[in-house]
């Protein structure tokens, strides 16, 4: 069930934004200047002493008076060109070696860059980035943990999910400590149980990971957004790891690492990294803003990602179902009488040639429609009179019922094939993305979900390249309609309903209401849809 929520986008927030390495040094003088004071008529040898005391000040105190987000790579570990991570989309532009970079201007998420000597700690939720050097005996008073000659240069803390604005969700998803931490030479307490070459991904599969919509919508999706550009080479660290996910989606994740996904809870290990972004990326509802991305990756080329992912598992169906079909051809041809007079030497061969021109038979298709069938809230009580009716107008009728448990490649394959999907609002229509660009998706919208509809699926569907066709229920299509007075407000007024809050639009829009549509306003939809597939094949054909 997909929640819903409106909002607008807020102002951005009012956290510290990262200066230049060279604003910053020039802050740090006027901080350290105030502390002494020499004219210029002063012998040079006491100008050199200045020198050498402003430097060490510098060194010491800035942890003191810089903010939290200040990059220290000039101070401690000077970047080259290629030392920076670079990222797109974020004020976190580029993240110089030993640093942590925190985005929080987003309204949807928070994500944190970190380059260096990158450590795990699951049994303290937390990501150590080590600096190695010599702490004097003064600035291991500041920040040091006791006994343990290390600095604390910076302490980010996040909860890497993608709906940061939905606090009751978030409250959920464990929270880590990113700790930048200066340590002395030698300092050997820090060891590495794994080590990687290549950079991390940290982000949680819980809130309401489970639902079709969520689980792309807040989590394949912006996986893919964050981590395509590293092109395999990139290991997933996942919080809240549930192997079922990892089985279902594991095609997809095959095409965004070369690596097994790490269960940061349930592996206690030390896996060190030279890179890690922490927390995901998410641009919108059900899709890839192409203005973010590096190559202005898009949507679309995240459905193609899909194709390559389910593209074996259905090539291994297809020879499943073929052999399949070759045998029941083998035993019919084998069993008829015309069999028994054909001489041996020929009767093998002749029968293979029968059994493969049958089998690859391919006549000339009518345009698929299939329909995403509901059982419980929010089904089309007439179903089958809407299946026949689709025959007559002239369409090959597949009806589906996904389910949780339902393999992805087998819905993948029919929606992949087919020329226009029917269903009414609700998770499953995320499965609009299986369809190809240029298919219609006619979305069956039940009173009090217009918002949702448009804005989930209407808008998203768009994007990618459908033709969307929203059908808004009257009021005598809804089964509301005999529930309440016909004056009431759920009928005649549902968003009125909806903005009390989402307990009563779940009560009573999405689980207490089926449809049963009018067939001749319906079949003016349906018609549409039959010519505009038609008409795009006949195009194509000329």
């Known amino acids: 069930m997909v929640h819903y929520h409106r909002y607008h986008q807020p102002r951005k927030a009012s956290d510290p934004i990262i200066t230049k390495d060279e604003e910053s040094q020039q802050n740090l003088v006027m901080d350290c200047s105030t502390s002494s004071y020499y004219k210029r008529t002063r012998p040079k040898l006491l100008s050199f002493l200045f020198l050498i005391t402003f430097l060490s000040c510098c060194y010491v105190l800035a942890p003191l008076f810089l903010p939290p987000s200040f990059t220290f790579s000039l101070l401690y570990s000077p970047a080259t060109e290629n030392d920076a991570l670079v990222v797109n989309d974020s004020m976190c532009s580029s993240v ?144 809240e790891y549930h192997n079922w996910w990892i089985t279902k989606y594991g095609d997809i994740l095959s095409h965004l690492s070369d690596y097994p996904a790490i269960d940061f809870r349930g592996d206690n290990r030390t896996h060190c990294f030279p890179e890690a972004i922490v927390g995901l990326r998410i641009h919108d509802e059900l899709t890839v803003d192409s203005a973010l991305m590096q190559r202005n990756k898009s949507i679309v080329d995240f459905r193609n990602l899909l194709d390559k992912a389910y593209w074996p598992r259905i090539h291994g169906l297809i020879q499943d179902e073929e052999r399949e079909a070759q045998e029941k051809l083998r035993k019919q041809l084998s069993s008829s009488p ?61 009806v589906l019922k996904p ?66 066709i929203g059908y808004e229920i009257q009021i005598r299509e809804s089964s509301l309609y005999e529930k309440y007075d016909k004056n009431d407000p759920v009928l005649r007024d549902p968003e009125s309903i909806t903005k009390k809050g989402w307990e009563f639009t779940k009560k009573i829009y999405l689980d207490s209401q089926n449809v049963v549509l009018d067939l001749r306003r319906f079949r003016k939809r349906l018609q549409h849809a039959y010519e505009y597939i038609v008409s795009k094949s006949n195009h194509r054909t000329e």
């Not at 599969?205 to 989590?219: A, K, M, P, R, S």
């Not at 020929?346 to 038979?361: A, D, F, L, R």
């Not at 007439?382 to 369409?395: D, H, Q, R, T, Y």
Request: proline share 4%; hydrophobic share 35%; charged share 25%.
């Open 96 to 239: 110089s070696s030993g640093t942590i970079c925190c985005d929080r201007t987003g309204y949807r998420s928070d994500i944190c860059l970190m380059k260096g000597d990158i450590r795990t700690h699951s049994p303290s939720s937390s990501i150590f980035l080590y600096n190695s050097g010599i702490i004097n005996n003064v600035s291991r008073n500041v920040g040091a943990e006791k006994g343990k000659g290390d600095q604390i240069l910076q302490h980010e803390r996040i909860r890497p999910y993608t709906r940061k604005w939905e606090k009751s969700v978030m409250e959920t998803i464990d929270e880590l400590s990113l700790i930048s931490k200066r340590v002395n030479f030698g300092n050997s307490g820090h060891g590495c149980d794994v080590k990687h070459d290549v950079p991390a991904v940290f982000f949680s599969n819980g809130g309401y990971t489970g639902n079709v919509y969520h689980e792309f919508n807040d989590g394949i999706i912006p996986l893919y957004i964050t981590s395509q550009h590293f092109n395999k080479k990139v290991v997933f660290v996942i919080l």
């Open 338 to 398: 015309s069999s028994e007079s054909e001489p041996e030497s020929e009767s093998p061969k002749k029968q293979e040639y029968i059994i493969k021109q049958k089998v690859q038979e391919n006549p000339l298709k009518k345009p698929k429609l299939i329909i995403l069938s509901r059982d419980k809230s929010r089904a089309i009580t007439n179903e089958n009179s809407m299946v026949k009716m689709a025959e007559e107008i002239g369409f090959e009728v597949e």
């Open 403 to 468: 389910d949780r448990t339902t393999e992805l490649a087998k819905i993948y394959r029919s929606l992949n094939a087919s020329d226009v999907m029917i269903g009414v609002h609700g998770a499953a229509m995320t499965h609009f993305l299986f369809l190809r660009p240029g298919s219609v998706f006619i979305q069956v919208v039940p009173l009090g979900t217009t918002w949702a509809a448009e804005t989930y699926y209407g808008e998203p569907a768009r994007k990618l390249g459908l033709k969307y």
